[in-house]
């Protein structure tokens, strides 16, 4: 199915451990993002990426990495897991910036558990 | 600091009325707003958006309105259904001074909205 998928979409781990989930799009878009969301705080960007080997930084990115080396991946790394970073983790993609171009389209989620 | 507010966490309305939610922001250099529904278990999945130059927007029974001097946008839900009852979110992008688009969304906290038959 043509779309956005996010991969696995339950994990559990523990404390130290590395992780990553995984983003794909056949949109061919150019912009991909990761937000995690938790409770009080809405959606909270951690990283971004402009085009494949072009990221930046959002509001939250302590502790984690990410790559593209393709358009339609964008992975998420927690490179060494922690009890905080225990949230709902969403990919997006979007054709571009600003106005309706910028409009984001969201993939269904990993919700990840750190023990 | 958080640049894009939704005041209410739950707002509950009787099917067939009109639902509002609504949204501040604080950052005039936003140009671009958006709302967004969830679901328990989706993501995301956008609703309807509106640009600065407009001050209303309309899409079957969803309107968003904006008033730029007061920094508030509001989504207005009419009749409102049982199958509306979801998590919205409003979000905004913009330009930064040197006229380069953000390319990001700044969402609010979310506002939990339940229709009741």
């Known amino acids: 199915d043509a779309g956005i998928t996010q991969s696995p979409r339950y994990k559990i781990t523990e404390t130290g451990r590395q992780v990553t989930l995984m983003c794909h799009q056949t949109w061919s878009h150019s912009y991909m993002f990761w937000y995690r969301q938790d409770l009080g705080h809405g959606l909270r960007l951690i990283y971004y990426?402009?085009?494949?080997?072009?990221?930046d930084k959002g509001e939250v990115p302590d502790g984690y990495v990410v790559s593209r080396s393709k358009t339609e991946n964008f992975p998420l790394t927690l490179e060494s897991a922690t009890r905080s970073q225990t949230s709902v983790y969403f990919c997006?993609?979007?054709?571009?910036?600003?106005?309706?171009?910028?409009?984001?389209?969201f993939g269904p989620g990993t919700r990840l558990t750190v023990l | 600091d958080q640049q894009v507010k939704q005041n209410s966490p739950s707002l509950s309305v009787q099917e067939g009325r009109i639902s509002i939610l609504n949204c501040d922001y604080t950052n005039s250099m936003f140009d671009y707003f958006l709302w967004y529904k969830k679901y328990p278990a989706e993501g995301p999945t956008f609703l309807i958006s509106i640009s600065s130059i407009k001050d209303k927007n309309e899409d079957g029974r969803f309107t968003v309105f904006l008033n730029k001097s007061a920094k508030h946008l509001s989504l207005h839900i009419v009749p409102s259904q049982p199958g509306d009852s979801a998590v919205y979110f409003c979000?905004?992008?913009?330009?930064?001074?040197?006229?380069?688009?953000?390319?990001?969304?700044?969402f609010g906290q979310g506002t939990i909205l339940t229709v009741h038959p």
């Open positions: 979000a905004a992008t913009g330009y930064d001074a040197g006229g380069t688009s953000y390319g990001k969304l700044t």
């Open positions: 997006a993609s979007s054709e571009g910036s600003g106005g309706d171009i910028g409009t984001q389209y």
């Open positions: 990426s402009a085009a494949a080997d072009i990221t």
